[in-house]
């Protein structure tokens, strides 16, 4: 399995002649089917004078490129009336919020994840209250231009397993207060302080509850470290402000120093939806 940012950027190589041949610049996705139809290589700003490998004639996907038997597999898209059509629907995925078949909304879709044996969609990843969670194919309703909708059972089953989650977490608190509840306590025994040391102590915790929630939120699994990485360079479509309050202006290049002020998920997320398309 292969995330689409992990195939954008990738050399074609051609296996009868040994060359480059190109560079993965887009994917073409198939709304119907909801697979990868078409990779665009070496794209101009017209889609429709660019080049695309359809991905039955891709032989291989790898790391480092992927193989074509031949450079005459490459087809022009003003000649390929199915490509054309698939492009003027403009299925991104990438970006489009989450609905429910019931029209709840519970996050945006932050990656495709494709099967590179078939070309067909596996699963998607999409951020829904601060977690990333993955969605498999057969819950997908709809590969929609602004909507991923999918099927309301599956997105039950994912909340219950979260709030069980939670829940355990809450039941072990209380099971650990209750502990405590039957033990006796003198309390005039207890030497509580006076009360302007109380309250610099309630400010002490305060301040440590707001760092850790803080350091959860910015403890990025592995997926979204490789995601910031790949903002480097890149440009997004609005300004937006990062953790740090400074503005990331419209158009300008995100550099190394930028991505480390993307610090909370909610910032990855807007930066991830408002990526200039190369």
Request: charged share 25%; net charge negative; with cysteine.
């Amino acid at each position: 399995m292969k995330p689409t940012r992990e195939i954008i950027g990738l050399r074609v190589i051609s296996i009868s002649d040994g060359t480059q041949v190109g560079v993965v610049k887009d994917l073409v996705l198939n709304q119907q089917s909801k697979s990868l139809d078409f990779m665009i290589i070496d794209q101009p700003s017209d889609y429709f004078g660019a080049k695309v490998i359809p991905y039955a004639d891709i032989l291989g996907l790898g790391e480092f490129a992927i193989t074509i038997p031949y450079p005459d597999v490459i087809q022009d898209v003003a000649q390929n009336a199915e490509v054309q059509n698939l492009l003027k629907q403009d299925i991104r995925v990438i970006g489009t919020q989450v609905l429910t078949k019931k029209g709840q909304l519970i996050g945006a879709v932050t990656e495709i994840i494709i099967d590179e044996e078939t070309g067909h969609i596996a699963s998607c990843l999409f951020e829904s209250e601060g977690q990333l969670q993955e969605i498999a194919v057969e819950k997908i309703i709809t590969l929609g231009k602004e909507l991923l909708i999918i099927e309301g059972i599956g997105e039950a089953a994912a909340s219950n397993q979260e709030i069980k989650m939670i829940s355990n977490e809450e039941d072990n608190q209380t099971q650990t207060i209750d502990d405590f509840q039957d033990i006796p306590v003198e309390v005039n025994s207890l030497d509580f302080g006076s009360v302007e040391e109380v309250d610099t102590l309630e400010e002490e915790v305060d301040t440590i509850e707001e760092h850790d929630a803080f350091e959860q939120e910015a403890d990025f699994n592995l997926f979204e470290q490789r995601q910031l990485q790949y903002f480097i360079g890149k440009k997004v479509d609005k300004d937006i402000i990062l953790d740090n309050a400074d503005l990331l202006r419209a158009g300008e290049c995100i550099t190394s120093e930028m991505v480390t002020h993307i610090t909370t998920r909610s910032t990855l997320m807007e930066v991830t939806s408002h990526l200039q398309k190369s």
